[in-house]
């Protein structure tokens, strides 16, 4: 196929062996072991993107092995800030998105919407950016040299936002600047271009204004005690411009984004409709994509509340124990895999050992369960959506998040995969990473399976 010379650059396809899975030779040898994007492939990716997201060069590789065209409907169901439809849009392959939380939804709804004309979002932020200049002046507050008047009294979210963010993710006057501009972005609203610059603001807010830090997981960095919030912010809407520059006057196939729970594709996707399907699920560990987004999510009004917020984590795929309820039963799905029940087995014995007593740790064996569980259960109504013949990559990583047990997520998924009736190709590695809590090289693959049509 296209795709073998071509994936070399990046990863070492393995070959299944008989019974379907790939081996594991400590051998083999990794081209490029990172997830950063070179420059040509930044425009539309870079207007708010994961820390941990996938490149689009994996995208690209897999379209073509996958030999999809302008006939085609590519889908993601876990499409997060939608590399995949981006990327797909750029090919001119049509192409549908599935996401539970909401500002990853909104942002991939933004970055695939290119009908706007740059010059506008370019006048539109001239005149948002004067008047904030020109309101902040008035209270005494010049964020061009980030000085202010000693009394000026500083806006803050409610009480109860307040309490959902991270505490220290944000400085009080940076707050208060980014909230001044949001209120002249909000001025626009209804307006084209109003949603361009409530992105714009959700990545300047995690990237320059706000105080986190990203290695891998999400925490607080230096506190900054200012921050210029305007020019950080006009510096998000310059490359949007920019990028909106590139695609002016050619045609593009339309996308769509739906604020869907992956696990029920069938309330989004019409039936047999799907060609492929390019996607990066979450990963079984203790990584919280609520707390990853919980900054621009909850300044910019996406979260009122915790309680709102819970509401949201319902609809997520069970991968962390902070998204676990009482109601949740998807580990009903694969009761009868052994696998996993050894898996959940070993983490409880390990837990017990280790006298490891706290609630979220007394919980890892039953969200293992629930995260597979919630896989199968999202195969299994995939199905339904799926043409006969349609071809499928999962990109998923090995964990050993749980106490050091190791879970090799990619094998399980294959085999949950293969007793949905899926016919399981093959099993590509795309990185390493080296876990120093085990002292162990941690994988992750791309699971390549192709739907039959029957089971």
Request: hydrophobic content about 40%; some cysteine; proline content about 5%.
């Amino acid at each position: 196929m296209q795709m073998q010379a071509q994936a070399l650059q990046y990863s070492l396809p393995l070959t299944l062996p008989s019974e379907g899975r790939s081996s594991f030779d400590k051998s083999e040898v990794i081209r490029n072991n990172n997830n950063s994007i070179s420059h040509e492939d930044r425009a539309f990716h870079d207007w708010y993107r994961f820390v941990l997201s996938y490149p689009p060069h994996l995208v690209s590789d897999y379209i073509r092995d996958f030999g999809l065209d302008e006939h085609s409907t590519l889908l993601d169901p876990f499409c997060g800030t939608g590399t995949t439809i981006v990327e797909s849009k750029l090919h001119g392959i049509n192409a549908i998105g599935l996401e539970a939380n909401p500002f990853p939804y909104f942002a991939s709804t933004v970055k695939t919407n290119w009908d706007i004309d740059p010059d506008e979002l370019a006048l539109f932020a001239a005149d948002v950016s004067e008047n904030a200049y020109a309101e902040l002046a008035n209270q005494g507050i010049d964020d061009r040299t980030l000085t202010y008047a000693p009394d000026v009294r500083l806006m803050r979210l409610d009480e109860q936002a307040m309490r959902a963010l991270i505490k220290d993710s944000i400085s009080p006057l940076p707050l208060h600047k980014s909230l001044v501009i949001l209120e002249q972005i909000n001025r626009y609203q209804g307006a084209p271009a109003h949603k361009y610059g409530i992105l714009a603001l959700g990545n300047a807010l995690v990237t320059n204004i706000g105080n986190l830090r990203f290695g891998p997981e999400v925490g607080i960095g230096k506190i900054k005690k200012d921050a210029p919030v305007i020019a950080a912010w006009k510096h998000e809407i310059k490359k949007m411009v920019d990028d909106l520059k590139l695609v002016a006057d050619r045609n593009y196939p339309q996308t769509t984004i739906c604020l869907a729970d992956a696990r029920e594709p069938t309330r989004a996707v019409k039936e047999k409709s799907i060609d492929a399907v390019i996607t990066s699920p979450p990963y079984p560990n203790e990584k919280d994509y609520t707390r990853t987004t919980r900054l621009e999510s909850v300044v910019l009004g996406f979260f009122e509340d915790m309680a709102h917020l819970r509401g949201f984590k319902k609809t997520l795929l069970r991968s962390n124990t902070r998204g676990v309820y009482t109601s949740d039963n998807d580990d009903a799905w694969v009761a009868d895999i052994q696998e996993i029940q050894r898996l959940a087995a070993a983490i409880e014995a390990r837990r017990i050992e280790l006298s490891k007593t706290s609630g979220f740790e007394k919980l890892y064996a039953r969200v293992t369960k629930l995260y597979f569980g919630g896989m199968a259960r999202h195969l299994s109504e995939l199905t339904k959506v799926l043409k006969p013949g349609a071809k499928l990559a999962y990109v998923v990583g090995d964990q050993a998040s749980y106490l050091q047990v190791m879970i090799r997520t990619g094998q399980i998924l294959a085999e949950i995969a293969e007793r949905q009736g899926y016919q399981v190709e093959r099993i590509d590695l795309f990185r390493t990473r080296f876990a120093t809590a085990t002292q162990s090289e941690l994988r992750e693959e791309v699971v390549v399976l192709r739907w039959p049509g029957t089971r």
